[in-house]
């Protein structure tokens, strides 16, 4: 398996554009995770779905941030407009829900820096 | 409500030492612990979880965890430290259901030669 695959791997931008990140979960997995990470606030979770819908948003920080999951293999975290505090390395995860001990896997992670 | 605290951001072992990585745990069900890796550029990998049964569960690379249900704690540790073990350490916690593992803050292990 490839495992949970990401693109781009890393995004420069400047401030005021739409930046979209995408995520393909491994196959067979029915639960997806959008996380940030930054020196300052750590690992934060943004949104997770499961069965393609949308469970928790809380962690997404503004209006400015939006995640979509069309199907089970692929979602977007969409951030319209973009400011240079949203530089940081987003990541998604996958898991199998309905087991509580089943593990997330994690994507590479995209960097992305707004100028 | 879960929570997870390591309490160390950095831990400084020498190569051949034995580490160990603190985690405690605050969950109101029985808790399902994992520990995870992160290497400089990459995406977290998972290292172990303890689930049920057995208190030491051994996992990649050597390491294993201690869960101790009195201390509500799951330290990680290794025999015998290796300077490629040098990166970031997470600690996560689920009791029950379909919810996302939730993080600690990480804990940066160094490993000098």
């Known amino acids: 398996d490839a495992g949970v695959i990401q693109s781009p791997r890393h995004e420069v931008t400047e401030m005021g554009q739409e930046v979209t990140l995408r995520c393909k979960p491994i196959s067979g997995h029915n639960s997806l995770f959008w996380y940030r990470q930054t020196m300052m606030r750590g690992l934060e979770l943004l949104i997770y779905f499961n069965n393609n819908v949308p469970i928790d948003d809380s962690g997404m920080p503004e209006d400015r941030f939006s995640a979509k999951m069309p199907n089970a293999s692929f979602s977007t975290l969409k951030i319209q407009p973009s400011e240079p505090r949203d530089s940081a390395v987003y990541f998604c995860a996958s898991r199998i829900a309905g087991v509580s001990y089943n593990e997330q896997f994690f994507g590479p992670g995209t960097r992305l820096t707004v100028l | 409500a879960q929570s997870v605290a390591q309490p160390e951001d950095q831990v400084n072992v020498a190569e051949g030492n034995p580490l160990t990585v603190k985690c405690t745990y605050s969950?109101?069900?029985?808790?399902?612990l994992f520990w995870y890796v992160q290497y400089p550029n990459r995406g977290l990998q998972f290292l172990l979880k303890?689930?049920?049964?057995?208190?030491l569960v051994k996992g990649s690379y050597g390491f294993e965890a201690e869960f101790n249900k009195s201390q509500t704690s799951f330290h990680l540790k290794k025999p015998s430290a290796l300077v490629s073990d040098s990166a970031l350490y997470f600690c996560a916690v689920r009791d029950t259901g379909n919810t996302p593992l939730v993080f600690g803050k990480g804990t940066r292990l160094s490993v000098i030669a």
């Open positions: 969950v109101s069900g029985n808790p399902y």
């Open positions: 303890y689930i049920t049964g057995d208190n």
